[in-house]
């Protein structure tokens, strides 16, 4: 495992964008995939996006399609999320994650960061 540390978090207003980024701490940072997820309360965690190890393969929800971009730089044990165009039901809080594999399930993740807040503001 690796341990993960959102940042970029904060309040924007609809239509406006921001940029997430997920720290890894640890030696291994480029044998895991990543994933972007996010969760309000009392819904299930959803997919957004995810990453492969090398960063040749992405993969995005459909509902984000065109709007947010993964990418990840392993030479500095980072994740990126850039977000664009945002709405005001993507209100969340945004979670990284690790994995074997780049995958779209909660359940095939091996470590996941504490999350960071994004308010979209009318």
């Known amino acids: 495992q690796v341990q993960l540390v959102e940042s970029g978090g904060g309040l924007v207003q609809a239509g406006g964008s921001l940029r997430l980024s997920c720290a890894a701490s640890?030696?291994?940072?480029?044998?895991?995939?990543m994933g972007w997820f996010r969760q309000t309360p009392g819904k299930e965690r959803e997919f957004v996006a995810a990453i492969s190890r090398s960063g040749g393969s992405t993969y995005y929800a459909d509902s984000v399609k065109g709007r947010f971009t993964i990418s990840r730089d392993n030479a500095k044990n980072t994740v990126y999320l850039q977000m664009n165009s945002l709405k005001r039901e993507e209100t969340a809080v945004y979670y990284c994650?690790?994995?074997?594999?780049?995958?779209?399930?909660?359940?095939?993740?091996?470590?996941w960061g504490q999350g960071t807040q994004v308010t979209v503001s009318p």
């Open positions: 640890g030696r291994t940072f480029s044998r895991y995939a």
């Open positions: 994650a690790a994995s074997t594999q780049a995958t779209v399930s909660t359940q095939d993740y091996e470590c």
